[in-house]
């Protein structure tokens, strides 16, 4: 052994070009150091970038959508003129249906009018159509509806908080302004000046605005109230769908390719094609399901029930390849043990194996069901964007229902030309958000809860 | 090594019936040989020690006698190994009901991350020994009495089995075993990861344990070997190269490259 290294060179002690002082440092260490530091600081760097991207979205996000929560309302008199809602007289609901919504615009326009009259505001310049504008479409229609509902307010003077139009709203979050406002076809300066003064008076308040969670999408014209109700909906129902199809299947894939399949050319192809498949792009799987759920199945286009399925289809991998993770991560030694005193294969894995893994599981299936939630374009594929006003039902006939989707939502209001949609849009990014970080919390909390040490 | 103690403890050497019968045992991990032409007779209620260097095959052989070689895809077994008489490789037998008689305990201390009390009553548990609770405490305590380390832990049942100390944690593992009431219990290098005097309590425990079962251990330590066993096998490079009484093993090896080993020239 000897005789065959004798001939390579052999580190001789204190044979090397460094000074002999411990306490000196030479260029070499000098220069390993020195990249050590550097690596340091790019990896600092490199966070403070993220940190600073994450912080600057977090704000322009906060600035342009904390107002969606809030809303101008007015609380004036509104008198009910017998005459505009009920001109027969004989109060009969089916009668006083045939009344159209424009008709009740005239109480609001006179009612303002006369509060005007009666409180000796003076705007200059103030038109017919300032009045009429003043108001929200929906309030006219919501006045309709609670004056069917209940004839006895005919005639009545009734003092309910009552929606103002997004221009009205604007002019109380810095959106219009007064000399905006003189340019505007669809607001004034008189309209401004008016505002001003009835909020001067308290007849004009902002507040929290829970028809901005609960509400139904609006048209073009009445952004004011326009809502995420339907969108929430939807979304919950995907989620629930996803959740039932996606857990159960794909934690049943992963145990079966993890534990018992034989590692054979069928199996090493279903796996390349389970991590193809999570690469691949989110619309193809929407054309899938165009094709597959609604031309061939035959199920409705914009329900939640064809939605996630899509969805389903495209979290299998994520959760298939989390779970398989997780399965492995479980040290032998444990299906060692029970195989050992006699478990079978099945045992081994639902008695020892599966609550090992149940932390990562459970994590990686959170954060599927996250991606699903933010997932826009498949769900654009099979009609999710279609406009909403109802509510769809209860679960299971509800699935089948029309519904749109927080994402779609999003992605729908950021193309309507109103500037008060940009502020919607932003407001149900933060409920989206708000949605994902309520998840992301629950995944940490059950990977808590369920951690156990081996 | 301590002549005087092997020579105390041939005292306790005495035939006994034959439990495993194993001849022509051939084991390939794919293309590679692993255990050539073994046939070994493993007596009841005896220790039996596999020494050997490392990849002799001593593992491979342990790991066949309760089929757990089941679980490596490549691993392929020709031969026969009867146990009472019965191949354990027939297509018939079933390795869950096999490994209920032939018990093992492996090199890490592996407790399930459980209590105490769920790691020894699981097996108990899966094979329906018990009937009810009070049947199946009597069963834990037992176990644990059997693996001497009732007192250790009577107070603390339902504390984790990954609390306990590694010399605890492996008279758990046996515990475990022991529960299920194996005739055979294996044993691949129980005390390797455990320090000297944990080491002393597991093998006095073997010794024990010798009563009611046929032990089978394999162990890096030719002292170990010799202060345990009554019998011992000596693998070379997948040779079954000599068995005999342990006595006659280490004082008069017959063999050439057993003699090297025990006296430390190859290995």
């Known amino acids: 052994m000897t005789d065959a290294t004798s001939n390579l060179p052999r580190p001789v002690p204190g044979a090397g070009p460094q000074p002999k002082s411990l306490l000196t440092v030479d260029a070499r260490t000098r220069r390993r150091n020195a990249a050590e530091k550097r690596f340091r600081a790019y990896g600092i760097l490199a966070i403070a970038a993220a940190m600073l991207a994450l912080a600057f979205l977090l704000f322009t996000i906060l600035r342009d959508g904390s107002s969606a929560f809030f809303q101008t309302y007015a609380r004036i008199p509104m008198t009910i003129e017998a005459s505009v809602v009920d001109p027969k007289g004989n109060r009969d609901p089916a009668e006083m249906a045939k009344t159209l919504t424009t008709s009740y615009n005239r109480i609001l326009q006179d009612s303002l009018a006369d509060f005007i009259k009666t409180n000796g505001i003076a705007v200059e310049g103030l038109d017919d159509d300032d009045l009429a504008g003043f108001f929200s479409g929906q309030a006219r229609a919501d006045m309709r509806w609670a004056v069917l509902a209940d004839p006895s307010l005919v005639g009545q003077v009734i003092d309910v908080p009552v929606l103002t139009s997004s221009r009205v709203d604007g002019m109380f979050k810095g959106r219009v302004t007064r000399e905006s406002a003189a340019l505007d076809g669809k607001t004034s300066v008189a309209q401004f000046d008016l505002a001003m003064a009835l909020a001067d008076s308290g007849h004009l308040k902002t507040r929290f605005n829970w028809d901005f969670i609960t509400g139904t999408d609006s048209s073009d014209t009445r952004p004011e109230s326009a809502g995420l109700g339907v969108a929430i909906i939807g979304s919950a129902y995907m989620m629930l769908i996803v959740l039932v199809l996606a857990l159960p299947i794909g934690v049943a894939t992963s145990i079966y390719l993890e534990e018992f399949a034989p590692k054979n050319r069928l199996t090493d192809i279903i796996e390349v094609n389970i991590s193809n498949l999570a690469a691949v792009p989110s619309i193809v799987f929407g054309i899938l399901g165009l094709a597959a759920f609604i031309n061939v199945v035959g199920l409705p286009r914009s329900a939640p029930v064809v939605g996630g399925l899509v969805l389903t289809l495209m979290t299998l991998p994520t959760i298939i390849i989390a779970t398989r993770a997780a399965l492995r991560a479980v040290p032998p030694s444990i299906r060692d043990a029970a195989l050992g005193v006699g478990a079978s294969r099945m045992q081994t894995v639902f008695h020892h194996v599966l609550p090992l893994a149940m932390p990562g599981i459970l994590t990686g299936t959170i954060i599927g069901l996250a991606q699903a939630l933010g997932e826009t374009a498949p769900l654009m594929l099979i009609g999710m964007v279609a406009f909403v006003t109802t509510y769809p039902s209860a679960p299971p006939q509800g699935l089948f229902d029309p519904a749109s989707a927080l994402p779609v939502q999003v992605f729908n209001w950021t193309q309507r030309a109103d500037p008060a949609f940009f502020e919607r849009a932003s407001g149900a990014i933060i409920v989206l958000l708000a949605f994902m970080l309520a998840m992301n919390l629950l995944a940490i909390f059950l990977r808590r809860r369920f951690e156990r040490r081996w | ?267």
């Open chain 2, 1 to 267: 090594m301590n002549n005087m103690y092997l020579a105390e403890r041939t005292v306790h050497t005495q035939a006994q019936p034959i439990k495993f019968r194993c001849s022509d045992v051939q084991v390939w991990y794919g293309e590679k040989h692993a255990l050539k032409d073994v046939s070994v007779d493993l007596q009841d209620k005896t220790v039996t020690a596999f020494i050997g260097p490392s990849g002799c095959g001593k593992s491979t052989f342990l790991r066949c006698l309760n089929r757990m070689n089941d679980t490596i895809p490549v691993a392929r077994v020709t031969g026969q190994m009867l146990l009472d008489g019965d191949d354990i490789y027939d297509r018939r037998v079933d390795p869950v009901q096999l490994r209920a008689r032939v018990g093992m305990v492996f090199q890490k201390p592996n407790p399930f991350p459980k209590s105490i009390y769920d790691n020894v009553a699981y097996g108990p548990k899966i094979h329906g020994l018990a009937r009810n609770k009070a049947e199946l405490d009597g069963v834990v305590e037992q176990a644990l009495r059997g693996a001497a380390l009732w007192d250790e832990v009577k107070d603390r049942l339902h504390e984790s089995g990954t609390g306990l100390s590694g010399g605890q944690q492996q008279r758990l593992c046996i515990a475990r075993a022991v529960a299920t009431a194996p005739e055979v219990l294996l044993m691949d290098e129980p005390c390797s990861a455990l320090d000297p005097i944990a080491t002393a309590q597991v093998e006095e425990l073997i010794d024990e344990l010798r009563e009611q079962f046929s032990v089978v251990i394999v162990t890096h330590s030719m002292q170990q070997a010799a202060r345990v066993s009554q019998k011992t096998a000596f693998f070379h490079l997948g040779h079954l190269v000599e068995y005999g009484s342990t006595d006659d093993i280490f004082t008069r090896p017959q063999d050439p490259r057993t003699e090297s080993y025990i006296s430390g020239r190859i290995g």
